[in-house]
């Protein structure tokens, strides 16, 4: 049997940007290739293209960089079929493991150790129509939900959800403003106003590294 194979945009050490683990240092491995083509992506470059690496070699280019949590992001982690497998040896490997992926795909399969960090898409991104609902009865306290939102529409969509699927009942849930679309503020001001208990939750990479559009 040959080797496992996956095509890999980047691999990184940086700080956790977004979501409950903010601000704590993570390796990311960064899969090429997605499904969709979201108005506002800010990782264009992994939709395409990327290295063909064999897992052995991923698993050891993440072991050189020290960090025990690990989050396999992309473009769209679940197209690739050898994620699965990723996943798995990470978490045998003692890894904290997280796994974001952009709410079209299944989850079920996926390892129950890995945190799922599902981004499901709002009206604005132009592919809300993609959103995979059966995903939530999947979801477990460990996981989290995500809506990026660029505006009080998407917002509004993005808290019926909310309320109509009962998410807050499942796992954490995270507003996330789209950069230089929606000032943070005025989504925290909704949220206060609707008494919305969620995550407010902003690109913290973003203010430390201003200037990069890839991983540091």
């Known amino acids: 049997m040959g080797a496992i194979m996956l095509r890999v945009s ?11 683990r903010a601000g704590l240092p993570c390796t990311f491995v960064r899969l090429a290739g997605c499904n969709l083509r979201c108005e506002w992506c800010d990782t264009q470059h992994a939709w395409t293209g990327g290295r063909e690496l064999s897992l ?12 025990r949590r690990v989050e396999v992001t992309g473009g769209e982690p679940l197209l690739q079929e050898e994620t699965g497998e990723l996943l798995r040896c990470l978490c045998q490997a003692g890894c904290e493991v997280l796994l974001e992926t952009n709410g079209s795909l299944s989850i079920a399969p996926v390892d129950p150790r890995v945190v799922r960090i599902v981004d499901f898409k709002c ?60 000032e943070p503020g005025k989504l925290a001001e909704w949220l206060l106003a609707d008494d919305l208990d969620v995550r407010l939750g902003v690109q913290l990479h973003k203010l430390i590294w201003p200037k990069e559009d890839r991983g540091v």
């Open 10 to 20: 980047e691999i990184f050490l940086s700080i956790q940007g977004e979501g409950s």
């Open 56 to 67: 052995d070699r991923v698993l050891r280019e993440v072991g050189k960089l020290g960090c």
């Open 123 to 182: 009206p604005s991104s132009g592919q809300d129509q993609h959103n995979l609902w059966t995903n939530v009865m999947h979801l477990t306290p460990r996981d989290e939900v995500k809506f990026v939102i660029a505006d009080r529409d998407d917002y509004e969509w993005a808290r019926s959800a909310v309320r109509q699927r009962r998410l807050l009942q499942r796992c954490a849930v995270i507003f996330q403003p789209v950069a230089g679309r929606l």
